[in-house]
C-alpha cells in the first residue's frame, strides 16, 4: 500500500520533554509538511521541505524542529520551548513542487502534554 | 494569516438535501483546493480548481471560483450521513510559495 504513515496515533509527554513525531511516505514525493491543528480550527504550516536536506520555517516554526536526511521520511521535533504543544499534528506530502499538486495527509498524531 | 475563510463554520441539514460551503480569501491564488476531514482524520483532497477555471465538477461536488471577489463555493448534492465531517478550503499562493494556506473549516452534520 502506497501511503503516508504517522506514528505514533497518541502521544503523552510530560513538560519539558522534547519528544519526536515520525512521518514516513512510500509515495515518492519531494515534498513534505508538517501541520498543527488546534480543536475546531484549521491548520496551520510549521515547516515543510522540498528537498532532502533542506527545510523552510513556516507560520508557526517556533518550538520545532525537523531534518529531512531521507526522501522518505521527515520528522518532527516538539521541543521544550513550544509554550502549548498539546495539539493534533498532520503531515502531507505533495508529489512535485509544481504548482496545484494535492497534498495527501497521513492519519496524524495527537500530542498531549501532562 | 489564513488565506481562506470559510462560511458557515457549521451547517446541519436533512439527509437528501444540498449543502453549500463558502470560502474567501486574500491574495492572488494559483489554484484553490477544498478537503474534507472526518473526525481525528487526516484530510482527504476532494478537489483542485485553478484560477483560470470557473467551475468543476466531480462526482457530487460542484466547485466554483470567482477570482475577482477572491471567493469559492462548495456544493454537495443529494447528501448522505456519510457526508458528515468537517471541509476546509485552501489556497496556494499565486507568488510561488510551494505551500497551502488552510481556513477554519466548516462542520457539516447530515441528519438521517
Known amino acids: 500500500d502506497g501511503g503516508i504513515t504517522q506514528s505514533p496515533k497518541y502521544l503523552f509527554r510530560k513538560e519539558g520533554q522534547n519528544v519526536t513525531l515520525s512521518c514516513e511516505q512510500n509515495?515518492?514525493?519531494?515534498?513534505m509538511y508538517w501541520y498543527r491543528q488546534d480543536p475546531g480550527q484549521g491548520l496551520r504550516l510549521i515547516y515543510y521541505s522540498q528537498i532532502v536536506n533542506d527545510f523552510q520555517k513556516g507560520d508557526i516554526a517556533e518550538g520545532y524542529s525537523v531534518s529531512r536526511e531521507k526522501k522518505e521520511s521527515f520528522p518532527l521535533t516538539v521541543t521544550s520551548a513550544q509554550k502549548n504543544p498539546t495539539a493534533f499534528y498532520l503531515c502531507?506530502?505533495?508529489?512535485?513542487?509544481?504548482?496545484?499538486?494535492?497534498?495527501?495527509f497521513g492519519p496524524g498524531t495527537r500530542l498531549t502534554v501532562l | 494569516s489564513q488565506q481562506g475563510e470559510e462560511d458557515p463554520q457549521a451547517l446541519s441539514i436533512q439527509e437528501g438535501e444540498n449543502a453549500t460551503m463558502n470560502c474567501s480569501y486574500k491574495?492572488?491564488?494559483?489554484?484553490l483546493q477544498w478537503y474534507r476531514q472526518n473526525s481525528g482524520r487526516g484530510l482527504v483532497h476532494l478537489i483542485l480548481?485553478?484560477?483560470?477555471?470557473r467551475e468543476k465538477h466531480s462526482g457530487r461536488l460542484r466547485v466554483t471560483l470567482d477570482t475577482s471577489k477572491k471567493s469559492s463555493s462548495l456544493l454537495i448534492t443529494a447528501s448522505r450521513a456519510a457526508d458528515t465531517a468537517s471541509y476546509f478550503c485552501?489556497?496556494?499562493?499565486?507568488?510561488?510559495?510551494?505551500?497551502?494556506?488552510f481556513g477554519q473549516g466548516t462542520r457539516l452534520t447530515i441528519n438521517p
Open positions: 502531507a506530502s505533495t508529489l512535485s513542487l509544481v504548482a496545484g499538486a494535492e497534498q495527501f
Open positions: 485552501a489556497g496556494r499562493s499565486a507568488q510561488g510559495a510551494q505551500k497551502l494556506v
Open positions: 491574495t492572488s491564488i494559483n489554484n
Open positions: 509515495l515518492n514525493h519531494d515534498a
Open positions: 480548481i485553478r484560477s483560470n477555471e
